[in-house]
C-alpha cells in the first residue's frame, strides 16, 4: 500500500526529511518516533497473543482454577495493547470514528478484564462477591459489552476504510473478536488470531517512522461513478430500521413470533405487542422487491459500459452466494454462537432468489411482472397439496416451496415464493428506467389498491389467506400468515412499501439533507444487517430476563444510534471501491 511518487519539499509529508524549521522538525520526529514506538509494542502484543491463544490450545488445563483465570485474561491485555498499535500505525488516516473506536474497545476490554480478575480473586460470601453475582452487574456488564462491541465495529470500520492494514485481516479479527463476546465455540478465536496475526505481520514492516508515513498516505483506488436513486435507498433504510425493531424484540424481549402456515398463530399479548410485529412486515417483501430492481438496475448500467451478458450473471451468481456464505459464517455465529450450515434464513433466501432471479433479468418488464404474479398467486394454492403429499426422491423440492424440515436441512424463507416479489422488483426497475415519474406515480395508487385487496381478503376469506382468523378481534384480523406469504400479507406489507416509495419519491429535497440517514442505512444495508445483531445482542445484556417493550423501544433506539456512524463510515469506504470488488457487493 506503498504510494509510487514522491513528496516535495512543500509537501508536509515531507517535513520528516526537509523541515523548514528546528521546532517542525523536533515535533515531526517526536511524533513520528512515538508512532513507531507504539507500533513496536502493538506488534510485539499482537504475536504474544498468538502464542498465548497456542498456548492454551495445547497446555493442559491449570489445577488452580483461579491462576486458569488470571492467565485467560493476558490475551485481553494484549489485545488492547495491540489496538494502540494498529492505531497508530494507521494514522492519520483514521479519522475520528477510528480513534473513538480504538478508546472504546480498549476501554471495554479493560473492563472485561477486571471483572474476570475480581472474580478471580474475591473469595464468595463476601460483598464483592455478591455484587458480582447479582442484579447490579447486569447493566455493567452491559455498558462494558456494548463499549467493546461498538468499539470494534467503530476501529474496524475505519480501518477498512483507511486501507493501511490487510483488509482481508480486519475483516477476521473484527468478526473473530465480536463473535468471541458470545460464543465458546473453538473455531471463533482462531478467526480473531489469524487476523490478528496478518495485522501484526504488517505492523512489523512498518516500524520505521519514514514506512508509517507512506502506508498512512496510500490511498484507495476510485470506483467509477453510479448514480443512486435516492427513493429506493430511503425505502431500504426504512426497511432496515424497522427490521432492528424485530431483532431488539428478540434478544430484550426473548420473543420472535413466527407466522407459518401449518401452525397455530401467534397468540400476541397485547395490541401493543402485536402491532410491534406489524411494524416489521413490510421488511420481507421490501427486502425481495429492491434486491429485484437492483438487479435490474445493476445489470442496465453495467450494460451501458460494456459488461457481456455472462459477466453480470457470474457477478449477480457471486454475489448471491455470498449472501448464503455470510448467512452461515457472520449471523449464525452472532445469534446461535456457532455455524449451522443446513439451517437457512432470509439472507440465504434472498441469495437464492437471487440466483433464480439471473435467469429472468432478460425478460420484458410485462412478462417479469406477469411471471413474478402467478408464482405468488400459484402459491396460495400449492402449500394444501404439498402438506400431505409423497414427493419420494423430489422430497428435498419442498425446501425451495414452504418453510420447514427436510431431513437435516431447514428453511424459513423459501425462495420460490419470495422470487415472485423479486421479478416485480424487475418488473418496477424496468419502468423506472423508461419513465421514472410514471413509475413513482403508480407507486401510491398500486400501493393503496394493495391495502384495499387486504381488507377485501380478510372479509372475505378464503383463498389469499392461508389461515383464517380465529375471532373477530383487531389483532387476530392483523395477524397473518407470513411463512410463505399469504396474499392478504403481500398486500399489506407491500402496500405500505409502495406508498412510501411514493412518499419517499416526492421528497428528494428532503432525503438528500436532514434524512440524509435513511439513505445512507439504505446504501449499507447489507453491513448494517451483518453487525447489527452484534450490537443488539450486547445491548442485551442488561436484562438477564425478559424484559417489556418499552425497555425493547430503548434498546432499538440506543443501538441505531451506535450503528449509524459505522454503516456510514463503511459506506464511504466501499464507494471507493472498483465497481467489480466484491466489497460493492457488502
Not at 491 to 519: E, H, I, K, N
Request: glycine share 10%.
Amino acid at each position: 500500500m506503498l504510494p509510487t511518487g514522491s513528496s516535495s519539499p512543500t509537501d508536509p509529508r515531507a517535513a520528516v526529511a526537509v523541515p523548514s524549521t528546528a521546532s517542525q522538525a523536533g515535533g515531526q520526529v517526536h511524533r513520528s518516533f512515538g508512532a513507531s514506538f507504539a507500533v513496536r509494542v502493538g506488534s510485539v502484543a499482537g504475536l504474544l497473543l498468538v502464542a498465548l491463544v497456542v498456548a492454551q490450545i495445547l497446555l493442559p488445563t491449570l489445577p488452580n482454577p483461579a491462576l486458569e483465570r488470571i492467565l485467560n485474561t493476558l490475551p485481553l491485555l494484549a489485545v488492547a495493547v495491540w489496538f494502540i498499535g494498529i492505531d497508530a500505525v494507521q494514522r492519520p488516516r483514521l479519522g475520528r470514528l477510528g480513534r473513538l473506536g480504538t478508546a472504546a474497545a480498549i476501554t471495554g476490554l479493560t473492563g472485561i478484564a477486571a471483572i474476570d480478575l475480581l472474580a478471580a480473586f474475591v473469595r464468595s460470601g463476601g460483598e464483592v462477591s455478591a455484587f458480582l453475582s447479582g442484579p447490579g452487574m447486569s447493566p455493567i456488564s452491559a455498558i462494558i459489552a456494548v463499549l467493546y462491541v461498538w468499539g470494534i465495529l467503530a476501529l474496524g470500520t475505519d480501518s477498512l476504510r483507511a486501507g493501511v492494514l490487510p483488509r482481508g485481516a480486519t475483516v477476521l479479527w473484527m468478526v473473530g473478536m465480536l463473535a468471541a463476546l458470545f460464543t465458546s465455540w473453538p473455531p471463533v478465536p482462531m478467526i480473531a488470531t489469524a487476523g490478528i496475526l496478518w495485522s501484526s505481520i504488517r505492523l512489523l514492516r512498518a516500524w520505521r517512522a519514514a514506512e508509517i508515513e507512506r502506508a498512512a498516505d496510500a490511498r484507495p483506488v476510485p470506483a467509477e461513478g453510479i448514480g443512486r436513486l435516492l427513493p429506493l435507498d430511503a425505502l431500504r433504510g426504512l426497511i432496515m430500521i424497522l427490521m432492528a425493531i424485530d431483532h431488539a424484540s428478540l434478544f430484550v424481549r426473548r420473543w420472535h413470533p413466527f407466522e407459518t402456515w401449518n401452525q397455530p398463530l401467534p397468540d400476541y399479548p397485547s395490541l401493543a405487542a402485536m402491532l410491534t410485529r406489524l411494524a416489521t412486515h413490510p421488511c420481507a417483501p421490501g427486502f425481495y422487491f429492491l434486491m429485484g430492481a437492483g438487479m435490474l438496475l445493476f445489470a442496465q448500467a453495467r450494460r451501458q459500459v460494456g459488461w457481456s451478458e455472462g459477466r453480470i450473471a457470474g457477478h449477480l451468481a457471486l454475489r448471491g452466494l455470498l449472501l448464503v456464505a455470510v448467512e452461515m459464517l457472520i449471523v449464525d455465529l452472532a445469534t446461535a454462537g456457532q455455524v449451522y450450515p443446513f439451517e437457512f434464513s432470509i439472507l440465504a433466501s434472498l441469495g437464492a432468489a437471487m440466483l433464480l432471479g439471473i435467469l429472468f433479468l432478460r425478460l420484458s418488464g410485462k412478462a417479469q411482472a406477469a411471471i413474478g404474479a402467478a408464482i405468488v398467486l400459484v402459491m396460495q394454492v400449492l402449500p394444501g397439496h404439498l402438506l400431505d403429499a409423497d414427493l419420494g426422491i423430489f422430497t428435498p423440492i419442498r425446501l425451495l416451496l414452504l418453510p420447514g424440515s427436510v431431513g437435516v436441512a431447514f428453511v424459513l424463507y423459501p425462495p420460490v415464493p419470495w422470487l415472485g416479489v423479486t421479478l416485480l422488483g424487475m418488473a418496477f426497475a424496468r419502468l423506472l428506467l423508461s419513465r421514472p415519474d410514471k413509475a413513482y406515480r403508480w407507486a401510491l395508487p398500486a400501493g393503496a389498491v394493495s391495502l384495499g385487496l387486504f381488507l377485501l381478503l380478510r372479509l372475505l376469506g378464503g383463498f389469499g389467506n392461508l389461515r383464517m382468523p380465529e375471532s373477530n378481534t383487531l389483532v387476530d384480523f392483523l395477524n397473518v400468515v407470513k411463512y410463505p406469504p399469504s396474499l392478504s400479507f403481500l398486500f399489506l406489507a407491500f402496500g405500505f412499501d409502495l406508498v412510501m416509495l411514493y412518499a419517499f419519491s416526492r421528497s428528494s429535497r428532503w432525503l438528500a439533507t436532514w434524512a440524509r440517514p435513511l439513505v445512507i442505512l439504505g446504501q449499507g444495508a447489507l453491513y448494517f444487517f451483518l453487525v447489527h445483531w452484534f450490537v443488539y445482542r450486547s445491548l442485551s445484556l442488561a436484562w438477564p430476563t425478559p424484559a417489556g417493550l418499552p425497555q425493547t423501544y430503548f434498546a432499538w433506539a440506543v443501538g441505531l444510534v451506535l450503528l449509524y456512524p459505522a454503516c456510514k463510515a463503511f459506506e464511504a469506504f466501499k464507494h471507493h471501491m472498483p465497481v467489480e470488488s466484491v466489497w460493492r457487493m457488502i
